[in-house]
């Protein structure tokens, strides 16, 4: 069994709603609502749901952009909630974000090499001259650029080698775990897989650990070993991600699942459609948040939160009536 690189303990990230003459708190957005998972060294997690649900928001509060609500983040076994400061700046180099945006996540006003290496001369890992080039070149071709490369600008790049270039700035530290945001939704179809087969390739042989968002099921089934199922702010089902797309057990899975197109004609699946619309996570639903859009709530899942249950090894899903309907 792998060590356990990073463990979330029922963590919450609520955005305040101000309001009056006061600017008084007056209710909470609860983007994410108690989430707990683990992530073994050398793993990639794949993390799904819709538009919405907190999973960006989630992966943003495990890297320190956010400040976590309430909840543990243990990286390496430390307690990485509170760090401030020195602390904080010296995780940076451990744990790095892949933007969704390669448009927007890039200064238009820096070259490749102030891009990546921006992060190496502030850490001190080098200094300016002969050996910042060299190893910005080394970090610009790892991910599929040239050393030519290196004095452009964004504007000169198409999409898919601007997120090559994101890619490059977060591993320009060398860490061992990475938050990909999304980080081939804005990308053409033909482009998608040569980033995904770059960031395995890149974790294989950096030894790295990924917690990889995305609201495309079949890329994440392309990259993760596990995947957990997200809807507003909580996690309702995780399990590998074979036993997740052959045996799904929560409701809202199989809806998503039943989504995905087919190419095959022969093989069409019934469709479950989830009805309704998602609640707001101003006033989430009492018991099961799912309850108001479930074809299978009872009144149990309009008054008691249902809690993770084990149904299978490694399956997890927090519905009452998981491994019966």
Do not use: W
């Amino acid at each position: 069994m792998k060590e356990k690189i990073l463990e979330v303990r029922d963590i919450k990230k609520y955005f305040p709603i101000k309001g009056g003459f006061l600017q008084k708190t007056v209710a909470n957005v609860k983007a994410v609502d108690g989430v707990s998972f683990d992530v073994l060294r050398g793993e990639t997690i794949g993390l799904v749901g819709e538009s919405g649900c907190g999973k960006s928001t989630l992966g943003r509060t495990i890297v320190r952009l956010y400040e976590p609500t309430e909840g543990e983040i243990i990286f390496n076994g430390k307690d990485i909630s509170g760090f401030k400061g020195q602390e904080l700046k010296q995780l940076r180099k451990q744990m790095q974000l892949i933007f969704q945006d390669p448009y927007s996540s890039l200064n238009p006003r820096m070259n490749v090499s102030t891009i990546v290496g921006e992060a190496m001369l502030a850490h001190g890992i080098v200094k300016k001259g002969p050996e910042f080039q060299q190893r910005v070149t080394e970090v610009v071709e790892m991910c599929g650029l040239s050393a030519y490369h290196i004095n452009r600008y964004p504007h000169q790049f198409s999409g898919g080698q601007r997120q090559r270039i994101g890619i490059a700035r977060a591993l320009a530290l060398n860490p061992e775990f990475v938050v990909c945001d999304e980080p081939v939704s804005a990308l053409d179809v033909s482009i998608q897989s040569q980033v995904l087969n770059l960031m395995m390739d890149l974790q294989e042989k950096m030894g790295l650990s990924y917690l990889f968002i995305s609201h495309d099921l079949s890329v994440v089934k392309h990259i993760s070993d596990r995947i957990g199922v997200m809807y507003l702010g909580s996690l309702v089902e995780m399990a590998d991600k074979t036993d997740l797309y052959l045996s799904p057990m929560h409701p809202y899975t199989r809806a998503l699942l039943s989504a995905i197109p087919v190419a095959d004609p022969t093989k069409l699946k019934k469709m479950e459609p989830i009805i309704g619309e998602i609640p707001s996570n101003v006033n989430t639903p009492l018991g099961c948040k799912f309850h108001t859009r479930c074809p299978y709530a009872k009144d149990i899942c309009k008054e008691i939160v249902p809690p993770t249950k084990e149904v299978t090894p490694r399956h997890l899903v927090a519905c009452h009536f998981a491994g019966e309907i």
